[in-house]
């Protein structure tokens, strides 16, 4: 195995880290402009220069309502994705959780439903969280399964909420409760 380097979270085939400037170098830079990788989200409208990238990072990482992590595949020591808890509110102890595989190779491979359960137990166990939530494209059944996998409910619809390639989308909310953890 590859000596792997500032883990914040550790899972059996990858672990989490801090977002780095240095990520910007590999594949990432990449991810957000491929409209097969954004096309249920709401990236991929405007196109991202490196600048826009290194400004992002650099914001995410001195925020206290944000924590974006690289999603790091041990065998290869390989960033592969993103996942974050964003719009955390400590006084409703609620946040939003946030994912992107970026290297399409690793779509289907459970990944991200290692990467939410690890991000999930320290949104409820280290933070204090009462509250997860997140919203995806009704287009988007991979997430939708992905959200109930991770013991998600879906609670609710919002109706053309999205306007992406010339149509407008419904998004649908799922939430996950501490104590249904």
């Not at 190779?105 to 509250?131: P, V």
């Not at 988007?140 to 992905?146: E, I, P, S, V, Y």
């Not at 959200?147 to 010339?166: Q, R, T, V």
């Amino acid at each position: 195995m590859i000596n792997i380097k500032n883990v914040f979270i550790e899972g059996d085939k990858i672990y989490l880290r801090p977002l780095e400037i240095d990520d910007i170098d590999g594949n990432y830079n990449t991810w957000l402009n491929d409209p097969e990788i954004v096309k249920f989200n709401s990236h991929g409208r405007y196109p991202i220069s490196i600048s826009v990238l290194k400004e992002y990072v650099n914001r995410v990482t001195y925020s206290d309502s944000t924590i974006v992590l690289a999603i790091i595949d041990k065998k290869t020591n390989k960033h592969i994705g993103n996942i974050s808890l964003q719009s955390i509110n400590l006084i409703d102890r609620n946040a939003e959780i946030a994912f992107l595989l970026g290297e399409k190779s690793f779509w289907s491979s459970g990944i991200m439903f290692e990467a939410g359960s690890l991000l999930i137990d320290h949104g409820f166990n280290k933070l204090n969280l009462h509250r997860i939530h997140c919203g995806t494209s009704s287009g988007n059944h991979a997430m939708q399964k992905l959200a109930i996998k991770l013991g998600m409910s879906k609670e609710g619809e919002k109706e053309d909420f999205l306007f992406k390639d010339g149509r407008y989308y419904t998004t649908f909310e799922y939430r996950i409760l501490r104590d249904e953890y």
